[in-house]
Protein backbone atom coordinates (compact mmCIF):
# COMPACT_ATOMS: atom_id res chain seq x y z
CA UNK A 1 0.00 0.00 0.00
CA UNK A 2 1.25 3.60 -0.75
CA UNK A 3 0.34 6.48 0.97
CA UNK A 4 0.98 9.83 -1.15
CA UNK A 5 0.24 11.93 1.97
CA UNK A 6 0.70 11.78 5.32
CA UNK A 7 -3.09 11.24 6.38
CA UNK A 8 -3.18 8.15 4.22
CA UNK A 9 -1.20 6.41 7.16
CA UNK A 10 -3.79 7.82 9.37
CA UNK A 11 -6.95 7.21 7.60
CA UNK A 12 -5.99 3.31 7.20
CA UNK A 13 -4.45 2.77 10.65
CA UNK A 14 -7.61 4.09 12.32
CA UNK A 15 -10.49 4.23 9.33
CA UNK A 16 -10.46 8.15 9.21
CA UNK A 17 -11.28 10.16 6.14
CA UNK A 18 -9.02 12.53 6.71
CA UNK A 19 -7.35 14.96 4.35
CA UNK A 20 -4.36 17.45 4.48
CA UNK A 21 -2.19 18.05 1.48
CA UNK A 22 1.05 17.16 3.69
CA UNK A 23 3.02 14.97 1.18
CA UNK A 24 4.56 11.63 2.17
CA UNK A 25 7.49 12.13 0.36
CA UNK A 26 8.06 16.12 1.02
CA UNK A 27 7.83 15.06 4.60
CA UNK A 28 9.98 12.47 4.65
CA UNK A 29 12.88 14.70 2.71
CA UNK A 30 12.35 17.32 5.48
CA UNK A 31 12.65 14.59 8.19
CA UNK A 32 16.14 13.65 6.19
CA UNK A 33 17.10 17.02 6.17
CA UNK A 34 16.68 17.29 9.69
CA UNK A 35 18.20 14.08 11.18
CA UNK A 36 21.12 14.69 8.58
CA UNK A 37 21.92 18.52 10.60
CA UNK A 38 22.03 16.58 13.66
CA UNK A 39 24.08 13.80 13.25
CA UNK A 40 26.48 16.13 11.11
CA UNK A 41 26.76 18.65 14.08
CA UNK A 42 27.28 15.79 16.25
CA UNK A 43 30.45 14.56 14.82
CA UNK A 44 31.39 18.49 14.09
CA UNK A 45 31.23 19.04 17.47
CA UNK A 46 33.10 15.70 18.14
CA UNK A 47 35.80 16.71 15.71
CA UNK A 48 35.99 20.69 17.13
CA UNK A 49 36.35 19.76 20.29
CA UNK A 50 39.95 17.16 20.02
CA UNK A 51 42.47 17.95 17.70
CA UNK A 52 40.24 20.54 15.82
CA UNK A 53 41.48 19.16 11.82
CA UNK A 54 38.22 21.61 10.72
CA UNK A 55 39.84 24.21 11.91
CA UNK A 56 36.24 26.34 12.63
CA UNK A 57 37.90 29.11 14.09
CA UNK A 58 35.02 30.84 15.45
CA UNK A 59 32.67 29.69 13.83
CA UNK A 60 29.83 27.92 15.97
CA UNK A 61 29.19 24.23 14.88
CA UNK A 62 25.28 24.80 15.06
CA UNK A 63 25.06 27.58 13.18
CA UNK A 64 27.56 26.85 10.56
CA UNK A 65 25.75 23.19 9.83
CA UNK A 66 22.37 24.98 9.84
CA UNK A 67 23.84 27.31 7.26
CA UNK A 68 25.45 24.30 5.36
CA UNK A 69 22.22 22.60 5.19
CA UNK A 70 20.08 25.59 3.78
CA UNK A 71 22.97 25.98 0.98
CA UNK A 72 23.45 21.91 -0.18
CA UNK A 73 19.44 21.60 -0.18
CA UNK A 74 18.68 24.55 -2.26
CA UNK A 75 21.88 23.38 -4.65
CA UNK A 76 20.74 19.89 -4.61
CA UNK A 77 16.97 20.37 -5.49
CA UNK A 78 18.35 22.55 -8.29
CA UNK A 79 20.64 19.57 -9.69
CA UNK A 80 18.37 17.11 -9.19
CA UNK A 81 16.26 18.63 -11.11
CA UNK A 82 18.54 19.44 -14.02
CA UNK A 83 20.10 15.87 -14.25
CA UNK A 84 16.69 15.12 -14.50
CA UNK A 85 15.82 17.39 -17.65
CA UNK A 86 19.09 16.40 -19.65
CA UNK A 87 18.02 12.69 -19.06
CA UNK A 88 14.87 14.00 -20.90
CA UNK A 89 15.98 15.52 -24.02
CA UNK A 90 12.94 14.96 -25.96
CA UNK A 91 10.98 16.28 -23.58
CA UNK A 92 12.89 19.21 -22.46
CA UNK A 93 12.90 20.20 -25.81
CA UNK A 94 9.18 20.01 -26.64
CA UNK A 95 7.70 21.53 -23.43
CA UNK A 96 10.64 22.78 -21.01
CA UNK A 97 8.49 24.13 -18.99
CA UNK A 98 6.63 21.61 -17.67
CA UNK A 99 9.55 19.39 -17.26
CA UNK A 100 11.60 21.75 -15.39
CA UNK A 101 8.61 22.99 -12.99
CA UNK A 102 6.89 19.93 -12.38
CA UNK A 103 6.64 18.61 -9.10
CA UNK A 104 8.22 15.08 -10.28
CA UNK A 105 11.36 13.86 -11.93
CA UNK A 106 14.64 14.18 -9.38
CA UNK A 107 17.88 12.41 -10.13
CA UNK A 108 19.61 11.89 -7.01
CA UNK A 109 22.93 12.13 -8.01
CA UNK A 110 22.07 15.51 -9.16
CA UNK A 111 21.17 16.84 -6.24
CA UNK A 112 24.32 15.05 -4.78
CA UNK A 113 27.01 16.60 -7.37
CA UNK A 114 25.41 20.00 -7.60
CA UNK A 115 24.76 20.04 -4.03
CA UNK A 116 28.25 18.51 -2.78
CA UNK A 117 29.70 21.46 -5.40
CA UNK A 118 27.92 24.27 -3.50
CA UNK A 119 28.72 22.62 -0.20
CA UNK A 120 32.31 23.13 -0.56
CA UNK A 121 32.54 26.08 -2.37
CA UNK A 122 30.71 27.33 1.32
CA UNK A 123 33.10 25.81 3.17
CA UNK A 124 36.18 26.79 1.71
CA UNK A 125 35.25 30.54 1.52
CA UNK A 126 34.52 30.03 5.61
CA UNK A 127 38.17 29.18 5.42
CA UNK A 128 37.26 25.40 6.79
CA UNK A 129 39.18 22.65 6.08
CA UNK A 130 37.22 20.60 3.33
CA UNK A 131 38.24 16.55 3.28
CA UNK A 132 37.85 16.30 7.83
CA UNK A 133 34.16 18.44 6.66
CA UNK A 134 33.54 15.64 4.07
CA UNK A 135 34.54 12.70 6.74
CA UNK A 136 31.85 14.66 9.24
CA UNK A 137 29.45 14.95 6.63
CA UNK A 138 29.37 11.46 5.25
CA UNK A 139 27.61 9.28 7.65
CA UNK A 140 24.82 11.99 7.66
CA UNK A 141 24.54 11.72 3.81
CA UNK A 142 24.29 7.82 4.32
CA UNK A 143 21.35 8.17 6.91
CA UNK A 144 19.58 10.53 4.66
CA UNK A 145 19.38 8.75 1.67
CA UNK A 146 18.25 5.96 3.48
CA UNK A 147 14.80 8.06 5.08
CA UNK A 148 14.77 9.88 1.55
CA UNK A 149 14.18 6.42 0.04
CA UNK A 150 12.06 5.41 2.58
CA UNK A 151 9.78 8.39 1.04
CA UNK A 152 9.98 7.16 -1.99
CA UNK A 153 8.59 3.22 -0.81
CA UNK A 154 5.91 4.74 1.14
CA UNK A 155 4.49 7.44 -1.51
CA UNK A 156 4.90 4.71 -4.35
CA UNK A 157 6.86 7.84 -6.07
CA UNK A 158 7.57 5.87 -9.75
CA UNK A 159 11.44 4.91 -8.08
CA UNK A 160 10.09 0.93 -7.89
CA UNK A 161 12.34 -1.88 -9.78
CA UNK A 162 11.64 -3.99 -13.09
CA UNK A 163 8.46 -6.66 -12.58
CA UNK A 164 9.52 -9.09 -10.13
CA UNK A 165 10.19 -12.65 -11.13
CA UNK A 166 8.98 -14.74 -8.40
CA UNK A 167 10.32 -18.04 -9.14
CA UNK A 168 13.86 -16.55 -7.83
CA UNK A 169 12.66 -15.59 -4.64
CA UNK A 170 14.03 -17.53 -1.86
CA UNK A 171 11.50 -19.42 0.15
CA UNK A 172 12.42 -17.69 3.64
CA UNK A 173 11.94 -14.46 2.02
CA UNK A 174 8.58 -12.88 2.83
CA UNK A 175 7.11 -11.74 -0.63
CA UNK A 176 6.48 -7.74 -0.24
CA UNK A 177 10.40 -7.82 -0.13
CA UNK A 178 10.41 -9.58 -3.31
CA UNK A 179 7.09 -7.98 -4.61
CA UNK A 180 4.95 -4.98 -4.37
CA UNK A 181 2.21 -3.37 -6.27
CA UNK A 182 2.14 -0.23 -4.80
CA UNK A 183 -1.54 0.47 -4.32
CA UNK A 184 -2.70 3.80 -4.51
CA UNK A 185 0.98 4.86 -5.42
CA UNK A 186 1.31 9.19 -5.87
CA UNK A 187 1.65 8.73 -9.96
CA UNK A 188 -1.38 6.66 -10.30
CA UNK A 189 0.00 3.92 -12.12
CA UNK A 190 -1.41 0.13 -11.75
CA UNK A 191 0.89 -2.45 -11.34
CA UNK A 192 -0.05 -5.76 -12.20
CA UNK A 193 0.75 -8.87 -9.68
CA UNK A 194 2.43 -9.98 -8.08
CA UNK A 195 4.17 -6.65 -8.42
CA UNK A 196 7.50 -4.45 -9.14
CA UNK A 197 10.76 -5.43 -7.20
CA UNK A 198 10.53 -2.62 -4.35
CA UNK A 199 13.80 -1.09 -5.02
CA UNK A 200 13.77 2.02 -2.87
CA UNK A 201 13.20 -0.37 -0.01
CA UNK A 202 16.33 -1.88 -0.91
CA UNK A 203 18.50 0.99 -0.83
CA UNK A 204 16.97 2.12 2.28
CA UNK A 205 17.85 -1.18 4.23
CA UNK A 206 21.24 -1.27 2.58
CA UNK A 207 21.86 2.83 2.55
CA UNK A 208 21.41 2.44 7.08
CA UNK A 209 23.81 -0.38 6.74
CA UNK A 210 26.34 1.75 5.34
CA UNK A 211 25.39 4.71 7.54
CA UNK A 212 26.00 2.12 10.93
CA UNK A 213 29.57 1.18 9.26
CA UNK A 214 30.58 4.52 8.94
CA UNK A 215 29.06 5.66 11.81
CA UNK A 216 31.72 3.32 13.45
CA UNK A 217 34.43 3.60 11.66
CA UNK A 218 34.42 7.51 11.98
CA UNK A 219 36.37 6.74 15.51
CA UNK A 220 38.67 4.09 14.23
CA UNK A 221 40.21 5.12 10.38
CA UNK A 222 43.37 7.97 11.50
CA UNK A 223 43.97 9.16 7.91
CA UNK A 224 41.42 12.30 7.14
CA UNK A 225 39.48 11.70 3.72
CA UNK A 226 39.30 7.98 4.08
CA UNK A 227 35.86 7.94 5.80
CA UNK A 228 34.44 9.82 2.43
CA UNK A 229 35.89 7.73 0.51
CA UNK A 230 34.50 4.81 2.35
CA UNK A 231 30.96 6.42 1.43
CA UNK A 232 31.87 7.03 -1.95
CA UNK A 233 32.68 3.72 -2.61
CA UNK A 234 29.73 1.66 -0.43
CA UNK A 235 27.32 4.38 -1.64
CA UNK A 236 28.09 3.90 -5.48
CA UNK A 237 28.40 0.42 -4.83
CA UNK A 238 24.92 -0.14 -3.89
CA UNK A 239 23.68 2.13 -6.66
CA UNK A 240 25.84 0.55 -9.24
CA UNK A 241 23.99 -2.62 -8.38
CA UNK A 242 20.08 -2.20 -7.47
CA UNK A 243 20.19 -0.19 -11.15
CA UNK A 244 20.00 -3.49 -12.55
CA UNK A 245 16.61 -4.18 -11.49
CA UNK A 246 15.41 -0.50 -12.01
CA UNK A 247 13.80 0.84 -15.03
CA UNK A 248 15.77 3.45 -16.32
CA UNK A 249 16.98 4.65 -19.39
CA UNK A 250 20.36 3.25 -21.09
CA UNK A 251 23.36 4.58 -22.99
CA UNK A 252 25.75 2.44 -25.19
CA UNK A 253 28.83 2.54 -23.41
CA UNK A 254 31.14 0.69 -25.40
CA UNK A 255 28.91 -1.74 -26.17
CA UNK A 256 27.67 -1.86 -22.48
CA UNK A 257 24.20 -0.93 -21.70
CA UNK A 258 24.39 1.27 -18.60
CA UNK A 259 22.18 3.79 -16.63
CA UNK A 260 22.99 7.23 -16.07
CA UNK A 261 23.37 6.32 -12.45
CA UNK A 262 25.79 3.57 -12.82
CA UNK A 263 27.84 5.80 -15.53
CA UNK A 264 27.92 8.18 -12.38
CA UNK A 265 28.45 5.82 -9.48
CA UNK A 266 31.06 3.81 -11.18
CA UNK A 267 32.95 7.49 -12.11
CA UNK A 268 32.34 8.03 -8.01
CA UNK A 269 33.57 4.67 -7.10
CA UNK A 270 36.78 5.49 -9.08
CA UNK A 271 37.79 8.47 -7.76
CA UNK A 272 36.70 7.15 -4.09
CA UNK A 273 38.82 4.15 -4.78
CA UNK A 274 42.17 6.15 -6.22
CA UNK A 275 41.98 8.86 -3.75
CA UNK A 276 41.67 6.20 -0.41
CA UNK A 277 45.18 4.55 -2.09
CA UNK A 278 46.62 8.01 -2.31
CA UNK A 279 45.53 8.39 1.01
CA UNK A 280 46.64 5.65 2.49
CA UNK A 281 50.17 5.57 0.58
CA UNK A 282 50.74 9.14 1.66
CA UNK A 283 50.16 8.17 5.37
CA UNK A 284 52.58 5.22 4.91
CA UNK A 285 55.36 7.61 3.43
CA UNK A 286 54.96 10.19 6.62
CA UNK A 287 55.36 7.40 9.05
Not at 22 to 39: E, W, Y
Not at 96 to 114: E, N
Not at 188 to 203: C, F, N, R, S, W
Request: hydrophobic fraction near 50%.
Amino acid sequence: MAYPYLTDVVNDLVGTHIHLPINTFGAMVALAIFVAIRFTRVEIERLAGSVNPLQLHNHQPKALVTDLAFVVTLSGIAGAKLFDAIEQPRQLLSDPISVIFSTGGFSIYGGLILGCIAGIIFVKRKSIRIPPMLDAVAPALALGYGIGRLGCQFSGDGDWGKPSVMELKPEWLADWFWAQTYPNNVVQVDIVAPGVYPTPLYEAVVAFIIFALLWVLRKKLTVTGQLFCCYLLLSNLARFLVEFIRINHQYDLFGILLSQAQIIAIILMVIGLVTLVKLKNNAGSDN
